[in-house]
């Protein structure tokens, strides 16, 4: 079963880490939009959030445990618990379910080439 903060991975494409570093200040549950302020590559990136996600979100947000932080770290005041082998081995156990296999020829698969072919695998979608 994947996690709230995988799912919304999954579902916009973005990063890990702005997934996991989401404020809510930053999400506009009215209007269906989360602004990611400061992206890899130095500008902000405003994402337009589905239906899906848009539940979600809402749900999250009556259930928050942080003003700040959408998905909460479990030290207190730290905006999210890291734990990169345990993200990968998720995230390849979803890409299987999802069977999209990504080119790991000659080369150890890091979480960003898995999501550059999961960007590919939506788009042709």
């Known amino acids: 079963m994947r996690t709230r903060s995988e799912r919304i ?3 916009t494409g973005a990063r890990k ?3 996991l570093s989401m404020r809510w200040q930053d999400v506009d549950l009215e209007n269906g939009t989360w602004i990611i302020p400061d992206t890899k590559n130095g500008t902000g990136q405003t994402i337009m959030l589905t239906p899906d996600e ?3 979100l809402k749900q999250r ?3 928050r445990k942080s003003l700040e ?3 909460p770290g479990r030290v207190r005041g730290s905006a999210f618990y890291l734990n990169p082998e345990r ?3 998720d995230l390849w156990k979803t890409l ?3 069977k999209i296999y990504p080119n790991t020829e000659g080369s150890c698969s890091t979480s ?3 999501e550059k072919t999961l960007e590919t695998e939506i788009t042709n979608r």
Do not use: H, P
Request: aromatic share 12%.
């Open 9 to 11: 991975r999954l579902a």
């Open 17 to 19: 880490n702005n997934v």
């Open 54 to 56: 848009l539940k979600l």
């Open 61 to 63: 947000f009556n259930d």
């Open 69 to 71: 932080w959408v998905f």
């Open 87 to 89: 993200a990968l081995e």
């Open 96 to 98: 299987d379910q999802m």
């Open 112 to 114: 960003r080439s898995i």
